[in-house]
């Protein structure tokens, strides 16, 4: 090796060792914890008082785009963690959750289980956040009898594939569909709609759902199309629309990415349709971040009083812990109580997965973490009955009208 | 006609965004041998860099894009000299070693800008400027100056390699690099030389492209994608190749989109690229020999 050469590598070396140095040192320096780095500091803290560990899994998107939803319900769940051990564990063990990178994908997510299920053994897994995680690894999860409990798993496939292992603390988006499409009939009197999903279960699940409902009332689809995530062109679509002369837009990305190109998209192109979407760009940062460019678009969410008590408390403590306000209080509160409801239900039945399961469907009224009145239908989903319609108004998520069903 | 002429507008933008990192792509290709595949993510690189300098510190547009241009030109020059040049003084290292170097640099830096700058997208809407109408058209500031800045880029890259010394020399390398030795022309030299050019025009590609389509890490991998199998359709090695390449796909992405789906376009752009290739290997405008 010449010495020149000697000079570059040496240079890269010091270039590569600073960048991880800075990142790692700024990945400290925030509150937010890797759940390695919560749990070195738990073991820390914790190792003296509680004997043994009693170990969960937890199946969701930490990188790539569905990390925007991944990371925060991580929180979420590791700030019931921190909480639960602090004050005795459970059974005087150490909860331990071993978190897997489902990347918003089912195949990523069926390897994650499998690793979760075989090498792990665990008996519960926290997860997915995607829909299409949760369909990846339903069958896993049924075949070695271990419980799944999904916090924001959205899709109306997962009631009927879901198998008798799989439940979910959000109803399933057939209601949703059902909200947004009489709101754009009977309310904001839409008579033509143009509806656009991205190609991933959710979305899909929802594009299905309202294009149905919003036929039943009478209503009429003039374009129903999809895009590939990754797609970052929109003027085409825009022309579409403007030329179909669609009263309104409903728009379902998976992730914000494609939610905000094709909303600009929209604006460029000055398309005077109303815009519907679901949850992903009434996510509060999100709203916050592009208020100019989402003023005046819908969304629909399942009616979660933030004002109760528990949620209140918990909104509370994770602003307190991380700094920051919760993205979306919903998914991230059934998160946190996922973690609390396992608690409650391992120290009544032990750790099995065929005892947690009948003890999730006997379950009834169950209050605890975030939540209050947690009952389960047959198909393993959260009972409910209302849902609220959203605006974006100033970078603030505005209430509006409240179905009730 | 009307409609027409909004597609074509539809296509250009695109297309002329994506052409100044094919052209770079296919010149690097050309003169070096080195299917520089991690190309894409040194114009996102440009377009992080360009964040970072306008959003997050607060400098002036002007002074943000050229300290990006810059930085984007370092990175380029950088991979040639450290990872390319000493693969190729180890004779033994073969073409498929220098594409995994590449495919590594690609998720290396994608990677990089992931943990750098969190998975959120990035948007610069004020930097597109007030929408203008031309009859049935509608551009926004920042699509005109697209529309404006490439063509004239490609005129000035054209006349550099036809007429003067510098072009002259690279076209000669990229003819037969041997001979060119002889008659007095450092081929390494010359690989710096394109590397920097190249670079330059994916640190200017990447903020027209960020700001045009928004910006999150992911992106490197797909625009490296489309850079790669877009250049191979127009035919490696030549100007004339990258825009007819570029214009090609993004029509057919446009076409796609307003006849049937556009989540059909990945298959009618792979399907077509499979045509191509099948009737000219070399891609459209591509030569045999390798020249410019």
Known sequence: ?405 | MELALQLGINVLIPASVFVLLIVGFSLIYSITRVMHVAHGAVAIFSGYMFHFFYSVIGMHVAIAVTASIVLATLLGLFLNELVYERLRDQRTVSAAGILIATLSLLLIIQNGMLALFGSGTKTFRSLKGSVYSFGPVLLSRHELLILLLVPVLLLLLWLFLKKTRWGKALRAVADHESVAEVVGISSKKARRLIFGIASVLAGIGGILFVIQYNLEPNMATSVSVRMFYHALVGGIGSVGGAVLGSVLMQGVFVLTGWYLEVTWANMMEFLVLFVVLLARPNGLLGKRKRSI
């Open chain 1, 1 to 405: 090796m010449n010495n020149r050469a000697l000079v570059w590598v040496i240079l890269a070396i010091v270039v590569i060792g600073g960048g991880i140095l800075f990142f790692s040192s700024r990945r400290a320096a925030e509150p937010s914890p890797t759940p390695e780095a919560a749990m070195e500091k738990d073991d820390a803290m914790e190792a003296m008082e509680l004997d043994g560990e009693l170990v969960l899994g937890a199946i969701m998107p930490l990188t790539g785009d569905g990390a925007a939803y991944g990371l925060p319900i991580q929180k979420a769940a590791e700030l019931a963690v921190e909480e639960i051990n602090k004050d005795g564990g459970i059974d005087g063990k150490k909860l331990v959750i071993r978190y897997e990178d489902g990347k918003c994908d089912g195949k990523e997510a069926l390897t994650a289980a499998q690793k979760l299920l075989t090498v792990d053994g665990v008996e519960a897994v926290i997860g997915g956040v995607c829909s299409g995680e949760v369909l990846g690894m339903a069958e896993a999860i049924n075949e070695a009898k271990a419980v799944l409990i999904s916090p924001s798993a959205t899709s109306p496939d997962i009631s009927e594939q879901g198998g008798e292992y799989v439940f979910r603390l959000v109803p399933s988006d057939a209601f949703a569909a059902n909200v947004a499409a009489s709101f754009a009939k009977d309310d904001l009197e839409a008579g033509t709609v143009a509806v656009f999903a991205e190609q991933t279960d959710y979305a899909q699940g929802l594009r299905n759902g309202f294009s149905e409902a919003y036929k039943e009332l009478g209503g009429e689809i003039v374009l129903d199309e999809s895009w590939n995530t990754g797609t970052t062109d929109f003027r085409t679509q825009a022309l579409k629309i403007k030329n179909a002369g669609a009263d309104a837009v409903y728009l379902v990305p998976q992730t914000p990415a494609g939610g905000i190109a094709f909303v600009e998209a929209l604006r460029d192109q000055q398309v005077d349709a109303v815009i519907l979407t679901a949850e992903v760009l009434v996510g509060r940062d999100v709203a916050a971040e592009n208020s100019e460019l989402l003023e005046g678009v819908y969304g629909f969410e399942a009616l979660y009083n933030e004002e109760g008590d528990a949620a209140s408390n918990f909104l509370m403590a994770y602003e307190t812990r991380y700094g920051e306000k919760a993205a979306f209080p919903f998914f991230m509160a059934n998160g946190y109580s996922s973690v609390y409801l396992l608690k409650d239900l391992v120290e009544e039945q032990g750790l099995n997965g065929e005892n947690l399961k009948t003890a999730l469907f006997a379950l009834k009224d169950w209050q605890g973490g975030a939540l209050s009145d947690v009952t389960f239908d047959d198909n393993g989903d959260i009972i409910w009955s209302t849902y609220q319609v959203k605006r974006i108004r100033g970078g603030e998520v505005t209430d509006d009208k409240i179905f009730t069903f």
